[in-house]
Every structure is written in structure tokens, then in C-alpha cells.
């Protein structure tokens, strides 16, 4: 049986050159030794031609093992990049015309700044959502206000695809955002900006399983 | 016969919205009835969702008036709004990973920066090449020094595929873009910043025709 999307998504990398002083494919095949299931791209410095390529670089870690692999925002990076998805938002492309240029089986996942939002974006097509900030982030200087588990799980409830959270998620913190409802948690500094990202990797995969796990009792 | 593509080239506007104080689409419009036989959207500020429904726009007003339409820089919203095609330069994706990714017929412009990567634009499935600056520009404060028409005529000597010459164009000397071997010019502010974009483009495809008469003698 194929794994299903919403343990793909379990502990998401958003993975930004401009987030970590190592190396970031390094700090990615590292994270996801530790447990990462699924890795975007978001880069809002590199020029086009830099960014396919590191894309490229980062699909093949992901292929070789096993994770999802994903480009923020841009359609054309993650198509050239052969990307198993992109992600979009609001001022991004429409998501029904990005879904018309896609293959079937091109993960589409949508950030939803609204509850309104959440629905629309599953019935315009995408796979997943993310949403959030779920509590404060110093990696998005541009996110709103934080929406707290509360926020997460009303925003999550009219849809029926899985979610994940975002936005100031540790380890600390994972298991409650897995127990408000969503299927996976989404980090950027809690892994590229820790000492060992495959250590911490492993902290965060530890989390959500065990709220998983809880859940399913 | 359907008309190659060196005529549909002839008169070639980019068509950025920070360039003029009007309407973009109406001056495109009045533009394309002036003589404008090619369009291409540029845009650095919009975010993509807006640039993508001005391309819808603009394609909607290029196709009515059956001028070509391409989008700068941008595969993703070229695709997503049905252009004719994309240009693309030095830092945007790879040429041939374009190519490989859109129909044939999808038109892929270049803008090389030497002369070996004229020819090396053409080897990995370029349509046509944008060259320059021919002249100096207030238009793109980033364009590199002027090569001047014989800085064209070089640069083009070893492609078979059309060239625009481009930078600092106006109706005065369109002409001698022309006469040194370019198949047809592109402007931006001679038309975007004049006081009537129909009367400047009829200005342009006066001068731009002349000489290319005059070729064929």
C-alpha cells in the first residue's frame, strides 16, 4: 500500500539557504535521516538559474531518500526541478490555474490566510494545507498574528485534507499541533537553525509519532 | 503561408506597467494598432497573482489584434496565461530545462550577454534572440555598457534564428537597428513614455519598415 499523504507530511522541512550558515543540502539529507518526511524549497534571494539548481540538488536528496520534495510559490522551478509538488499562497498563482498545467499526482499545497480560505483552496484542488503561524516565528517576519491550536483546529475543520502547522513549532510543542488535528508539523529554524539538524530532526519526529500514536488509540 | 516569425518580431514592445503613467493594456492596445507586432510582459514589483491576471489581460488584447505575446523571465505565468512564449535570460532556468518543459511552437526568447552565448542560446532551442543594449537606456538602470550596431551585427553573425535589437531605440535610428542585420527592434519607453503610444509605435514601424525595404532591394 503507498503511503498516504498525510504521513508523507508528518515533519515537514521548509528548507531556506537563508536560514542556516551550513550547508543546506547537508542540513537537509541530515534532517531527513532524522526523521523529516517531506522538504520545500523556499528561496526569495537566489536569482532563477541558482534556485533550479540548488531545486535540483534537493530533489535528488529527497528521491534518494524518500521524501517528498516540494518548491515555494514558483510552478516553473518546481516543474524544471521535477518536484513532486509546489506550494502556494495567496498572491501566488491561482491554484485552479496552476492545477490545470500539472500532471495528475503533482502535489499542489496552499497556505490559507482565512478560514474561508481553507475551504476554497481544497476545492480549487490543492492536496494539502498549511497553516498557520500556529504560535510566534522568527523565521517569517511577514506572518500574521499567531492562531494559537484553537485557531489551527477551527480553521482545519471544514476541510477534508490533511494539514499542516506552522510557525513557531518545536519539539516542545509538535505533539499539541498534532492533537488540534493536523496530520504533520512544519518547521524551518527549530532544524536549520539548531546545532545538529539531524538531532533535532529526531527530537520532532519523536513528538509528532507519539501524538500520532496517541490519537489513534 | 503563416508569417515567420522574423515579421512578427519586426516591432516589439516590453510592456513593463512601472514605465508608463497610464493604463498598461490600453497603451498596449493603441500600441499594437500603431504597428506593435510583438508584446512582452515585464514586471519586477507585481506579486505573481496580479502579474498573472495583467497577462491574461494582455494576452486577451494580443490575441484580438493577432500580435504575439510573451512573458518575461517567467515560464510558470507564461504557461498559466497561455502565452506564445517566454524570454529568458542569464539568470532565469536553463534554456534547454524550458524547452524541455513546454509544446513545440511555445516560442522561447534569450537575451545572451556575449557573443558565445548567441550561438549557444540558438544550440539549446532559443526561437529568437532579444541583443543589446544597442544604444544607452534609462529604461533598465542594470543593462550593461552599449554595444552599438556593429556590436549588434557581431553578436548575431553566427545564429540562423531572428534577433531584436533592443536599448535606447527610437523611430530616429530603428533604421539602422535594422540595416545592421537586427530583425527587429524592441522599445519600451519610446513608446511607454511618449505622450501617444499609437502615434510613437506607427513612428517606429514607419522606420522599421522603411529599412527593411530597403534590404530587400
Known amino acids: 500500500m503507498p503511503p498516504v499523504l498525510a504521513d508523507r507530511l508528518a515533519l515537514y522541512l521548509v528548507a531556506d539557504p537563508e536560514q542556516t550558515e551550513r550547508d543546506l543540502v547537508e542540513d537537509v539529507a541530515a534532517a531527513i535521516d532524522g526523521g523529516v518526511t517531506c522538504v520545500q524549497l523556499r528561496t526569495k534571494r537566489l536569482v532563477d538559474g541558482e534556485a533550479w539548481a540548488l531545486a ?5 536528496v529527497c528521491r534518494q531518500r524518500d521524501a517528498l ?3 515555494n510559490d514558483r510552478l516553473d522551478l518546481a516543474l524544471a526541478s521535477q ?20 500532471s495528475p499526482g503533482f502535489l499542489l499545497g496552499y497556505s490559507p490566510e482565512t478560514d474561508g480560505e481553507a ?3 481544497m476545492e480549487a484542488g490543492a492536496d494539502y494545507l498549511g497553516v498557520g503561524p500556529v504560535y510566534a516565528t522568527a523565521s517569517k517576519p511577514d506572518a500574521g ?20 502547522g506552522i510557525g513557531g513549532i518545536t519539539a516542545d510543542n509538535a505533539g499539541a499541533v498534532i492533537r488540534a488535528g493536523a496530520a504533520g508539523v512544519a518547521v524551518i529554524g527549530a532544524i536549520l537553525r539548531s546545532r545538529d539538524p539531524g538531532i533535532a530532526a529526531a527530537c520532532l519526529a519523536a513528538s509528532v509519532h507519539a501524538a500520532k500514536g496517541a490519537r489513534h488509540v
Open 56 to 60: 535540483v540538488r534537493l530533489r535528488d
Open 69 to 71: 520534495f516540494l518548491v
Open 83 to 102: 518536484a513532486d509538488g509546489a506550494h502556494l499562497g495567496v498572491t501566488d498563482l491561482p491554484l485552479r490555474v496552476a492545477r490545470s498545467l500539472v
Open 119 to 121: 475551504r476554497a483552496a
Open 145 to 164: 498574528a499567531a492562531i494559537g491550536t484553537d485557531g489551527l483546529t477551527r480553521r482545519i475543520a471544514p476541510v477534508e485534507i490533511p494539514a499542516v
